[in-house]
């Protein structure tokens, strides 16, 4: 079973930048690919960045792009997910979780994923 935990978030300004972690407690981390996904107040769950097994050709939604960037260090066992230029509509609950897909658009459906993190709360005042 993989377990997951998030972590780096918090309350910033607008225009100010976060990190979050994503820590998985799971054997051969690194065959997993991996998304992050957030959920606004009376909001459904979005997509927002997905990191293949690989490594390579990652994911955004168009409304982060050019402002996240998705990375891995799998010798940690981690995804983290730089957030720069954080805009007050960026606020929600983040999430991360296990895709059971390997690769491709099939990382932008919440569907393809298997295990999710409890989400970590970030806040963008404006």
């Known amino acids: 079973q993989v377990q997951l935990a998030e972590s780096g978030g918090g309350l910033v300004q607008a225009g100010g930048s976060l990190r979050l972690a994503c820590a998985a407690s799971?054997?051969?981390?690194?065959?997993?690919?991996v998304g992050w996904f957030r959920q606004a107040p009376e909001k459904e769950r979005e997509f927002v960045s997905a990191?293949?097994?690989?490594?390579?050709?990652?994911l955004y939604a168009d409304s982060v792009k050019g402002r996240f960037a998705i990375s891995r260090d799998n010798a940690k066992n981690t995804v983290y997910l730089q957030m720069d230029s954080l805009k007050p509509e960026d606020t929600a609950v983040y999430y991360c979780?296990?895709?059971?897909?390997?690769?491709?658009?099939?990382?932008?459906?919440?569907?393809?994923?298997?295990?999710w993190g409890q989400g970590t709360q970030v806040t963008v005042s404006s």
């Open positions: 979780a296990t895709a059971v897909v390997g690769g491709g658009g099939a990382l932008r459906s919440s569907s393809n994923y298997a295990y």
């Open positions: 799971v054997r051969a981390f690194s065959r997993y690919s």
């Open positions: 990191i293949p097994w690989s490594g390579s050709s990652p």
